[in-house]
């Protein structure tokens, strides 16, 4: 929208406002897994700079399932019984977070795995209703649309989900898992956390194509490229 011009993205999570002191156990989960941390990166689009940046930015991918009650309340800031505000983090939201991640992926797909995956899990997808046999879900060969995956630090169980739901090996969940043991859950910021891990391991080359996925309450979820 604004031609020649520099954008500063701040990601930061601050544990401070939102920390809970009363008893109730499902508001205390969040005092347990959020850490304060933040990260910042300068974006342009002045054509000056094309040769010099880091990184070009490819593709932004968003989705949020607000409409649906279970994912709204998945995780929810409201008062406890004696008037503590606090979040509220029910049982919900692993299964709402596969949800909302799976439809972002589907999106994804369409605009960067190669034809030959596309066309495996259409006919996957297809026939696994009519078979007489049990027929699993095709997981489409995610590796061979991009070389890093960088995801959002939101648990060791939400890690171990989104490896298992794009079929990861542990290598490729190196960055985000040593995020977490070192600095935490700090929010959104945890994707530039791990893309800075995999840059001082010497990981990613000249042409390389990195995947961040990120999520949240609401629940929502985004991917850059």
């Not at 001082?200 to 949240?216: C, D, E, L």
Request: some cysteine.
């Amino acid at each position: 929208v604004r031609h020649n011009s520099y954008a500063l993205v701040v990601s930061t999570e601050n544990i401070t406002q939102n920390c809970f002191f009363g008893n109730d156990r499902s508001k205390l989960l969040s005092n347990c897994i959020f850490r304060v941390g933040g990260a910042a990166m300068l974006l342009t689009n002045r054509s000056s700079y094309h040769n010099i940046a880091k990184y070009q930015l490819v593709h932004t991918v968003y989705n949020k399932m607000a409409a649906s009650d279970r994912s709204y309340n998945c995780i929810f800031q409201d008062e406890d019984h004696q008037g503590q505000v606090g979040v509220t983090i029910t049982e919900d939201l692993l299964l709402m977070a596969c949800k909302t991640i799976e439809a972002n992926i589907i999106t994804l797909d369409r605009l960067l795995l190669p034809i030959q995956e596309q066309i495996l899990y259409v006919v996957n997808y297809m026939i696994r209703p009519f078979s007489l046999a049990k027929v699993d879900p095709y997981v489409p060969k995610f590796k061979k649309a991009f070389d890093h995956v960088i995801n959002h630090v939101g648990g060791k169980l939400v890690l171990d989900e989104v490896k298992r739901i794009l079929n990861l090996a542990k290598h490729d969940m190196e960055a985000s898992t040593m995020t977490l043991y070192r600095f935490g859950n700090t929010s959104s910021s945890s994707v530039l956390y791990g893309l800075a891990y995999a840059e001082a391991k010497g990981r990613i080359k000249r042409g390389h194509r990195v995947w961040q996925i990120a999520y949240g309450s609401g629940f929502k979820c985004s991917s850059v490229i």
